[in-house]
């Protein structure tokens, strides 16, 4: 199972949007809604974002969202801030019962 | 609150086994399963499989398939993950995560804090 395909870098300013995409196959991303986000700060854990597409967990802000188009899926961080700088990384289920996850997306805030 | 408590950090040398623990609080340990992925240094997520906590079925990455292995003991609400034939490449930080379901599909919400495993001669 290949990782998902996630650019490798993206940069906002504060109060600015940006979307990071998620690119799988008709096997992965395109098959099911099951596609989780996570960011993830230096020697920490990840925390999860977004699931099942486009599904806040309680707790987190609406300042994220996200969407999926075919076998692409997105996440949008609105309204940047300082505290959004991390790694995120996108993860879906596939047709083998297993996930995936993406390269995962450096998220620079300028 | 719900928590996982992994095990502590590990250095092995190359052909070792090593194992890690995952203690889980807060939840019923016999409705949710468990997964777990790891994060060699720099890199980024990998899968490695689930288990369970209901009857210890589990799945694992094909790639991983032959060195790994799963178990859940319920009366201590506790996952173990064992790799065996350790090489270098399997020197990461090791993730239990817990699913919002039963079934594999269910994505995971809650992490432990990783375990550091070190192989080196």
């Known amino acids: 199972q290949s990782a998902l395909t996630q650019p490798a870098s993206v940069s906002g300013s504060p109060g600015q949007s940006i979307t990071i995409s998620c690119t799988g196959t008709?096997?992965?991303?395109?098959?099911?809604?099951?596609v989780s986000w996570y960011q993830q700060h230096p020697g920490k854990a990840p925390k999860l974002m977004i699931y099942d597409v486009s599904n806040r967990p309680s707790g987190v802000s609406n300042r994220f969202s996200g969407s999926k188009s075919g076998n692409t899926a997105s996440l949008t961080i609105s309204g940047l801030q300082a505290e959004d700088e991390a790694d995120y990384y996108c993860?879906?289920?596939?047709?083998?019962?297993?996930?995936?996850f993406g390269g995962g997306t450096k998220l620079t805030v300028l | 609150q719900v928590q996982l408590v992994q095990s502590g950090a590990e250095v092995k040398k190359p052909g070792a086994s090593v194992k890690v623990s995952c203690k889980a609080s807060?939840?019923?340990?016999?409705?949710?399963?468990i997964t777990w992925v790891r994060q060699a240094p720099g890199q980024g997520l990998e899968w490695m499989g689930w288990i369970s906590g209901y009857n210890g079925n589990t799945n694992s990455a094909q790639k991983l398939q032959g060195r790994v292995t799963m178990t859940t003991d319920t009366s201590t609400s506790t996952a173990y993950m064992e790799v065996r034939s350790l090489r270098s490449d399997d020197t990461a930080v090791y993730y239990c995560?817990?699913?919002?379901?039963?079934?594999?599909?269910?994505?995971?919400?809650?992490w432990g804090k990783g375990t550091t495993v070190t192989v080196s001669s």
């Open positions: 995560a817990k699913n919002t379901g039963i079934t594999p599909y269910y994505y995971m919400d809650v």
């Open positions: 993860s879906s289920y596939t047709s083998s019962s297993t996930w995936v």
């Open positions: 807060g939840y019923t340990f016999a409705s949710y399963g």
């Open positions: 008709s096997s992965d991303v395109g098959a099911y809604n099951y």
